[in-house]
């Protein structure tokens, strides 16, 4: 069971950090409360991941999880001879990564439906398809995630037919990679309450459709919501143990924090009761879904801030357009392969404003889903207004996922302060495609990691799982190679963009950690912070960058307990 931290020391983090010691100092008169039992971790390659980027080779932390000192393994030794030892025998030790934009929900409900992420054709998802259906009962929804058309032979949307064929009574129901379209059989779509035939579209979506105004089977953004809202509830049984291994996939690759975006007041209160039950092994910094009733229920009763220190809520996201994949996003001109087409706003973009203001207002920051660099500006835009008409707000607003840009927009990340919260697998998964979506000149300004880092501005980074594999050593190895696994391109898809090593561990880490308004707990290995860290089989800054993504995690640690070992 992992040891509940008192409200108490939660309040007192901040006072503790600002007092803390070097890490290489240790005051002699120092006193420990007695009760609290001390262990010791030496003979370690232990990067701090402060403001140097000290390495020590010793850290102590007592059963309430908060870390007293990191330093020289004898001294600690000498003046701690009480403290419970492990020897690491060199092994090496970073923080508990962060990953500042996923889905951990989301990763629990596609865990219980069938997996189709990698699938290279319309054939191999009905194999996978007809797997998962050998264990549903007659009647029930077949339901899956994962699917990318950009991966087949043919890189077009696919038809309902190709399901009909093969499941012409069982509703199905299949999301993109994305999340940002579906693709429904002819029974799925019978569910809707409306008939989607015509030539009308809903705001913020579209229906594709065929030459005789007939739904193909593929809803893009805003009109999934009408298969979607008829699909019936996963049992609570089946979400927690979904829920289960989605924990269990967080913490084997050495993840003790995720901010969580898009989640609701349910969500929010079955997480505080996993805490309660004490196997919820994580850290969730939580986003609303949307300005609706999540945003009333925070502005209010205020912020959550669990008083175990595992969860809070204090942030809105909000969406402005669609995904890349899916010429969903919201484009300046037109896709530059499919011409007619600049993507999809949401709504307007004074409706936008309003929900920006509400959340503003309300004290909270706000997170603007924005993939196009028209979703960016209305984005940027948008919080630049509420920002000047609202100063005391707290600030450290973010876009999530600021994936293309203009030149005159990248510099308003760092003058308005706002965090870019960016995904590097997103890079490495698209690269295949995205420049004949954009074209090269929009392209140089898409996946700016290194633009917006040399402007003044702080990046947070993720993976956006399940859209992307959950493991982050994949995401700094894209960071800092823009390469995808096999060492393609040989330097890197627009290697200007490249991150260094130590800014691609501190985007996980202590800037993901910034982001959730989180530095003075959690996010480096200094005294007075949390003991969340994990061990790792190889020497992460050090090893050839190919070894980067086959990084083990053989120990992950959450307030100084081993929630996880290999």
Same mark, same amino acid.
């Given at each position: 069971?992992?040891?509940? &931290?008192?409200?108490?020391?939660?309040? #007192?983090?901040?006072?503790?950090?600002?007092?803390? $010691?070097?890490?290489?100092?240790?005051?002699?008169?120092?006193? #420990?409360?007695?009760?609290?039992?001390?262990? #010791?971790?030496?003979?370690?390659?232990?990067?701090?991941?402060?403001?140097?980027?000290?390495?020590?080779?010793?850290?102590?932390?007592?059963?309430?999880?908060?870390?007293?000192?990191?330093?020289?393994?004898?001294?600690?030794?000498?003046?701690?001879?009480?403290?419970?030892?492990?020897?690491?025998?060199?092994?090496?030790?970073?923080?508990?990564?962060?990953?500042?934009?996923?889905?951990?929900?989301?990763?629990?409900?596609?865990?219980?439906?069938?997996?189709?992420?990698?699938?290279?054709?319309?054939?191999?998802?009905?194999?996978?398809?007809?797997?998962?259906?050998? +264990?549903?009962?007659?009647?029930?929804?077949?339901?899956?995630? %994962?699917? /990318?058309?950009?991966? @087949?032979?043919?890189?077009?949307?696919?038809?309902?037919?190709?399901?009909?064929?093969?499941?012409?009574?069982?509703?199905? @129901?299949?999301?993109? &990679?994305?999340?940002?379209?579906?693709?429904?059989?002819?029974?799925?779509?019978?569910?809707?309450?409306?008939?989607?035939?015509?030539?009308?579209?809903?705001?913020?979506?579209?229906?594709?459709? /065929?030459? +005789?105004?007939?739904?193909?089977?593929?809803?893009?953004?805003?009109?999934?919501?009408?298969?979607?809202?008829?699909?019936?509830?996963?049992?609570?049984?089946?979400?927690?143990?979904?829920?289960?291994?989605?924990? *269990?996939?967080?913490?084997?690759?050495?993840?003790?924090?995720?901010?969580?975006?898009?989640? =609701?007041?349910?969500?929010?209160?079955?997480?505080?009761?996993?805490?309660?039950?004490?196997?919820?092994?994580?850290?969730?910094?939580?986003?609303?879904?949307?300005?609706?009733?999540?945003?009333?229920?925070?502005?209010?009763?205020?912020?959550?801030?669990?008083?175990?220190?595992?969860?809070?809520?204090?942030?809105?996201?909000?969406?402005?357009?669609?995904?890349?994949?899916?010429?969903?996003?919201?484009?300046?001109?037109?896709?530059?392969?499919?011409?007619?087409?600049?993507?999809?706003?949401?709504?307007?973009?004074?409706?936008?404003?309003?929900?920006?203001?509400?959340?503003?207002?309300?004290?909270?920051?706000?997170?603007?889903?924005?993939? %196009? /660099?028209?979703?960016?500006?209305?984005?940027?835009?948008? #919080?630049?207004?509420?920002? =000047?008409?609202?100063?005391?707000?707290?600030?450290?607003?973010?876009?999530?996922?600021?994936?293309?840009?203009?030149?005159?927009?990248?510099? *308003?990340?760092?003058?308005?302060? &706002?965090?870019?919260?960016?995904?590097?697998?997103?890079?490495?998964?698209?690269?295949?495609?995205?420049?004949?979506?954009?074209?090269?000149? *929009?392209?140089?300004?898409?996946?700016? @990691?290194?633009?917006?880092? /040399?402007?003044?501005?702080?990046?947070?980074?993720?993976?956006?799982?399940?859209?992307? $594999?959950?493991?982050?050593?994949?995401?700094?190895?894209?960071?800092?190679?823009?390469?995808?696994?096999?060492?393609?391109?040989?330097?890197?898809?627009?290697?200007?963009?490249?991150?260094?090593?130590?800014?691609?561990?501190?985007?996980?880490?202590?800037?993901?950690?910034?982001?959730?308004?989180?530095?003075?707990?959690?996010?480096?290995?200094?005294?007075?912070?949390?003991?969340?860290?994990?061990?790792?089989?190889?020497?992460?800054?050090?090893?050839?960058?190919?070894?980067?993504?086959?990084?083990?995690?053989?120990?992950?640690?959450?307030? %100084?307990?081993?929630? @996880?070992?290999?």
């Amino acid at each position: 069971m992992i040891r509940k &931290i008192s409200l108490l020391l939660i309040v #007192l983090l901040g006072v503790a950090c600002k007092q803390k $010691e070097s890490i290489t100092d240790i005051p002699a008169t120092a006193v #420990l409360p007695a009760e609290l039992e001390q262990t #010791l971790i030496h003979n370690a390659n232990i990067y701090t991941i402060d403001g140097d980027f000290s390495v020590a080779d010793a850290m102590l932390f007592d059963s309430s999880g908060e870390i007293i000192f990191v330093g020289n393994g004898e001294q600690l030794r000498q003046k701690h001879p009480d403290a419970k030892s492990i020897d690491l025998q060199g092994k090496t030790v970073i923080p508990g990564l962060i990953d500042s934009h996923a889905h951990l929900y989301g990763l629990a409900l596609s865990l219980s439906q069938a997996q189709l992420q990698g699938t290279t054709s319309k054939q191999d998802v009905m194999r996978k398809l007809h797997e998962h259906a050998e +264990n549903l009962p007659p009647g029930d929804w077949l339901l899956g995630r %994962g699917w /990318d058309q950009n991966d @087949w032979p043919v890189q077009a949307f696919p038809e309902r037919a190709v399901l009909d064929k093969e499941f012409p009574d069982r509703p199905v @129901w299949l999301r993109r &990679i994305d999340g940002h379209a579906g693709w429904a059989n002819s029974a799925a779509l019978a569910m809707a309450d409306q008939d989607l035939s015509g030539d009308w579209q809903p705001v913020g979506g579209k229906i594709h459709r /065929d030459n +005789n105004q007939q739904p193909t089977g593929v809803l893009v953004d805003g009109a999934m919501g009408l298969v979607q809202k008829t699909v019936p509830d996963i049992s609570p049984e089946l979400f927690q143990t979904s829920l289960d291994l989605a924990l *269990r996939q967080m913490v084997s690759f050495g993840l003790t924090g995720v901010h969580d975006p898009g989640i =609701n007041r349910q969500t929010i209160e079955l997480y505080q009761q996993r805490i309660k039950n004490g196997n919820f092994p994580v850290r969730v910094y939580a986003m609303t879904d949307g300005a609706g009733e999540t945003l009333d229920w925070l502005c209010k009763n205020g912020a959550v801030n669990d008083a175990s220190g595992q969860l809070f809520m204090r942030s809105v996201k909000l969406y402005i357009d669609g995904a890349l994949g899916s010429r969903g996003a919201a484009l300046l001109s037109d896709y530059s392969d499919d011409p007619g087409n600049s993507g999809l706003l949401f709504m307007q973009p004074e409706t936008f404003q309003v929900q920006v203001d509400k959340a503003i207002t309300c004290g909270f920051q706000v997170g603007v889903h924005a993939i %196009g /660099d028209k979703g960016n500006r209305v984005a940027l835009d948008a #919080l630049e207004a509420s920002i =000047n008409k609202h100063p005391d707000n707290p600030g450290r607003h973010r876009v999530e996922h600021a994936q293309t840009l203009t030149a005159e927009d990248i510099p *308003r990340f760092a003058k308005l302060g &706002i965090i870019a919260a960016m995904q590097p697998t997103h890079a490495t998964s698209d690269m295949y495609w995205a420049e004949a979506r954009l074209g090269p000149e *929009r392209t140089q300004y898409a996946y700016a @990691w290194r633009s917006l880092l /040399d402007s003044g501005a702080r990046l947070a980074l993720g993976s956006d799982f399940p859209v992307e $594999e959950v493991n982050p050593m994949l995401g700094i190895y894209a960071a800092v190679t823009r390469q995808d696994s096999r060492g393609w391109p040989d330097v890197g898809w627009y290697p200007e963009q490249i991150l260094t090593r130590e800014e691609a561990v501190r985007g996980f880490t202590l800037d993901a950690a910034y982001a959730g308004f989180m530095e003075n707990m959690v996010g480096s290995l200094e005294p007075g912070k949390r003991a969340d860290f994990i061990v790792l089989d190889r020497d992460l800054m050090k090893v050839d960058v190919a070894e980067i993504p086959s990084t083990r995690v053989l120990q992950t640690w959450l307030d %100084g307990e081993l929630v @996880w070992e290999q």
